[in-house]
């Protein structure tokens, strides 16, 4: 009788145990992650890729002196009222790593397959995490191609952090509106690590390192969302919102009401021989 | 021999209950979380897909709203846009984003539904009992609520019943330019379920309540699962021979210069340039 006894005890211990652990792993494999996330930066002043220096040429970023030149040709171009290297007007994609500034929060959603980073005005990121490798006949994207692995890093049966390394890019690409460019030949690699902040839930940080032939040395940033509890969603698209237009190389705003205006004092008209009538 | 079968039924009541989790998981929702596309063979992008787009959809349509389609569908004719504004960028909204132009992705959170579209953005349908927002603007895609139903009371749902309200306009069914009423009182009803007989196949039941027509409209889109699903980005772009300004559209020349789209067209208002061009 000692043995049926013995494995009944061992049976239910472990049931326990086992049903512990499943129900850990049910609620506790992933982080709390799952929510809307703001940058607490986003409010219409900027956006600086490294958020703890100013934008533009204060970023001092570790840029080749090739790419260092077109870097500032880019500034002087927007202090005199141009565009410079950034493309936003059109409305293109700000690919990665731009599109992790967040100028519009986004959601995090985590199945076992893949992490989904769902923005307001952008397509959906995915970022596999089934263990696949890179594929070898995908088209490169502005996103790239993301894969992941979750780590325990501290051993407590759930993870910690996302490791996350993006490839197969096309662009142009810049890491912010003042037109800090990224190397034309597109052969760059961005590695993340996606973690709640030890001491405040509420703080998530992204930890991205940019390696591109545009920079002297691998250059890590720490980008910081704050979580939202009562999420909104506002329906917003680049080309709603956007007051720029180009006509050829030439560079115009869009009232208030409407009408065609120049970017900058001495501007000329665009010009209308293909028109046969004036504007009456 | 006893206690092999002792240590037997302990390992199937362990089984079971490892199982039943899992189970639970996968029965609570009906099996949707997957990429969609609509079938091969789907040409255009008729709103009732067994019928042909533009007039052959035999719309039941006001004669107001006959009169605004047809004279879209003559302009369109005639090299123009018509009431199709999707070449300007801006969004399809509801219903239209139905149409899948490319896969959709379904996902299920907490407190709603997330459908993950290629060519658009994700439409949430909130799942968690509210109620209409009273302080939310109209927007393209509309506010949408569902709930989910277990028709046949096995334990599992089986239907998510949605409503979508609070619209911003204008808004189109096709690219044809088969007009919503521009009041944005639209109401659409969906029932999105599997196919009782192929659970690759899923339904979405799409019925629109809207001024512009006679009486309520339902269609039934269908959707195949995607087993390999790939991805493209796409993000929509005016074509770089295009300008819009104000509600006019113009051609960008080869040589970079303003052209019109239609003849007689009038040029653009200059009134904010100082100076005439040289």
Known sequence: ?280 | MRYRKCIGAVAAAMLTVFAAPAIAVDMKYPDFESQWRIPDGVKGDPWDPARPAGLGQQAPLIPEYQAIFEKSVKDQAAGGRGNNYAGRCMLDGMPRMMSLTGPMEVLFQRAYTVLIFQNAFARRIYTDGRDWPVDEEGTFDGYSIGKWVDEDGDGRYEVLEVETRQFNGPRALESSGLPLHKDNQTIIKERIFLDNDNKDVLHDQITIIDNAFTHPWTVDKTYVRERKPTWSEYLCQVPPDRVYIGQDEYSVSPDGKLMPTHENQPPPDLRYFQQPRK
């Open chain 1, 1 to 280: 009788m000692h043995y049926p006894t013995t494995i009944g005890a061992m049976a239910v211990a472990a049931l326990v145990s086992l049903n512990a652990a499943a129900a850990k792993a049910g609620e506790m494999q992933y982080p709390d992650i799952e929510t809307q996330w703001r940058n607490p930066l986003s409010n219409g002043f900027g956006n600086p890729w490294d958020t703890t220096k100013p934008m533009g040429l204060g970023q001092e970023a570790p840029l080749t002196p090739e790419y260092q030149a077109i870097f500032e040709k880019s500034v002087k171009e927007q202090a005199d009222g141009g565009q410079g290297n950034s493309l936003g007007l059109t409305c293109i994609h700000p690919g990665m790593p731009k599109v992790m500034n967040f100028s519009e929060p986004g959601e995090i959603m985590i199945r076992p397959h893949a992490t989904y980073i769902v923005t307001q005005r952008y397509p959906v990121r995915r970022i596999y995490t089934d263990g696949r490798d890179f594929p070898a006949d995908e088209a490169p994207t502005f996103t790239g191609y993301s894969i992941g692995k979750w780590l325990d890093e501290d051993g407590d049966g759930r993870y910690d952090v996302l490791e996350v390394e993006t490839r197969n890019f096309k662009g142009p690409r810049v890491f912010e509106s003042t037109g800090l460019p990224l190397h034309q030949d597109n052969q760059t690699i961005v590695k993340e690590r996606i973690f709640l902040d030890k001491s405040d839930p509420n703080t998530l940080h992204d930890i991205v390192t940019t390696i591109d032939h545009a920079l002297t040395r691998p250059w890590t940033v720490d980008r910081i969302y704050k979580r939202v509890r009562e999420p909104k969603w506002r329906e917003k698209t680049c080309h709603g919102a956007n007051l720029h237009l180009a006509i050829g190389s030439e560079q115009y705003f869009l009232s208030a009401d409407e009408k065609l205006m120049p970017v900058k004092a001495g501007q000329q008209p665009p010009d209308l021989r293909y028109f046969k009538q004036s504007n009456k």
